[in-house]
T-cell receptor, first 116, second 116 residues
């Protein structure tokens, strides 16, 4: 069964204090790994898609990296508006006779709080 | 370009009732997936529809069902509501889901269902 584990569960940072969030995954075959940001009471907002080990993507203060077993979301010089829950999800290859259409398996998320 | 829209945003029902939630995907997107989000279980995949056909289904009881219309809009229905069905129900759309192509899913704001 596909599994995604995120750590830490919660992270408190001072404004400008850089850090990383971890996403460990176990899948039979990886089709894609996704990072989302979710604010309270809202739907997840797409950040990045990574497809293969060694791939990196950046957007403003965020950088996502991927290895064969885990992904990191690096946050450089965070600001209070970066406070949110960050979710990692994987899209797995279909098992024999099965299908993976439309199914993302999510981790429990990391709650990030950035203090001014 | 308008994002994914979901109606209603909030619902309060009592045990034993049934409920229908609606989702309008991003224009041009043909795949719609549904997820249930609870504090204890996180985001869990319900089902996925493409071209009016359910192509994948998660591990939920038969009380949870859905359909997709020719314009790609989708509905999900929950019959005989239970207290444990209280959750945020999220809809996500993507361009298409074809073999060998991993699509990014974009989420709507969700419908908050409370069962009393």
């Amino acid at each position: 069964e596909d599994q995604v584990t995120q750590s830490p569960e919660a992270l408190r940072l001072q404004e400008g204090e850089s850090s990383s969030l971890n996403c460990s995954y176990t899948v039979s075959g990886l089709r894609g790994l996704f990072w989302y940001r979710q604010d309270p009471g809202k739907g997840p907002e797409f950040l990045f898609t990574l497809y293969s080990a060694g791939e990196e993507k950046e957007k403003e203060r965020l950088k996502a990296t991927l290895t064969k077993k885990e992904s990191f979301l690096h946050i450089t010089a965070p600001k209070p508006e970066d406070s949110a829950t960050y979710l990692c999800a994987v899209q797995a290859e279909a098992n024999a006779g099965g299908t993976s259409y439309g199914k993302l398996t999510f981790g429990q998320g990391t709650i990030l709080t950035v203090h001014p | 370009k308008a994002g994914v829209t979901q109606t209603p945003r909030y619902l309060i029902k009592t045990r034993g009732q049934q409920v229908t939630l609606s989702c309008s995907p991003i224009s041009g997107h043909r795949s719609v997936s549904w997820y249930q989000q609870t504090p204890g279980q996180g985001l869990q995949f319900l089902f996925e529809y493409f071209s009016e056909t359910q192509r994948n289904k998660g591990n939920f009881p038969g009380r949870f069902s859905g359909r997709q219309f020719s314009n790609s809009r989708s509905e999900m229905n929950v019959s005989t509501l239970e207290l444990g069905d209280s959750a945020l129900y999220l809809c996500a759309s993507s361009l298409a889901w074809t073999s060998g192509w991993t699509d990014t899913q974009y989420f709507g704001p969700g419908t908050r269902l409370t069962v009393l």
